[in-house]
């Protein structure tokens, strides 16, 4: 993982989403003078995914959050070579080469491939939709209608946020899943029985335990097939089962893969000279988590791409800052620091979660590894540096003392 001494003239950037982006404009805010083009595969300028299922679904706002205002790319001399497929990388030649057969050579190029959604056998043809653009989310909501029959396959933060969605519609929601409940791998059973009891209680129709096989058409429609033989009448349904990292170019190019994406070390360079990857793709040497950790949330790919722009210009400074995210669904809002490991952590509660309203914190080994705060927002500060520093507590200090009061001591720890 070596990057060229002499300083880049030629940046080039496969990936048009939120990392990309901000990696270009991250180039110019740096100071850099030389050519900036970035690539996508979409119509639209780079905008950010999480009002997709949010806002735009719920039919707030017809457009996502832009990760620059219009006119930004050209005022700033950045490229935006939109509806551009890059088909192939020869790192050996420092060159990139497009659907058409246009070769593009770079000195220093970023991958920020992001991630297509991962689909089932079995499901396709109309009335089968997945959530991952603009244009997805815009042609399923104007499904999402009064009386609808929705099934949704998939309970994780997807499936999660597109029920609410639906619901606001009035659309008669069923979700499916083969895990007992719903973002069980994400949060555990404790917390994961909060979000049963939510969706349960705004009227979603849980069909968990039991998995999905395919979509079949009856007299009156297509149904949904259940593992344990049921069927269920669907006017829409619903794939969100999570995604899979566009790694395609990397791996037909000989770059080293791991966990799933393209292997990065601390800095997000790749095993190849003078590219780096940053985004959902990047499987990246932490330095202040266990292995490799490679994170499909919005802060990461955002950060991440702000990040990679220095080394890119030639730095060497590693990433560390941890993921982050957040959700809406009804009346819940939350928002989650860290990375856990439910079946691992232990699970710390202030709060009642029947009331909806706190906050879960998990310890391995004595030390913070993750926090969620549920639709309560006074902790924040607190929980990040928690997190960050991987303070070392007890499971009693963490459930009763001074939130601030352990992070001051959990940095100073540090």
Known sequence: MTT?????????IVGAGLAGASAAAGLREQGFDGDVTLFGRESHAPYELPPLSKGVLLGERDAPDWVREAGYYAAHGIALRSETTITALRPADHVIVDADGTEYAYDRLLLATGSRPRTLPGFDGPGVHTLRTLDDALALREKLTDGARVVIVGAGWIGCEVASAARAHGAHVTMVDPAPLPL??????????????????HGVTLRLGVGATGTG??????????????????????????????TELAEAAGLALASGGVAVDAALRTSAPDVYAAGDIAAHDHPCHEGRVRVEHWSNAKEQGAHVAGNLLGGHDAYSADPYFFSHQYDLGCEYRGLADPARDELVLRGDPASREFLALWLRDGRVTAALNVNSWDHGDALTALVGTRARVSARQLAEADLATLATAGAADR
Do not use: C, M
């Open 4 to 12: 060229s001494p002499r300083p880049p003239r030629r940046i080039l």
């Open 184 to 201: 069980r791998y994400v949060l555990g059973d404790r917390v994961g029985r909060v979000f049963r009891d939510l969706h349960a209680d």
């Open 217 to 246: 058409t009856r007299a009156d429609g297509r149904v949904v097939l259940l593992a344990d033989g049921s069927e269920l009448p669907a006017d829409v349904v619903v794939v969100g089962v999570g995604a899979l990292p566009r």
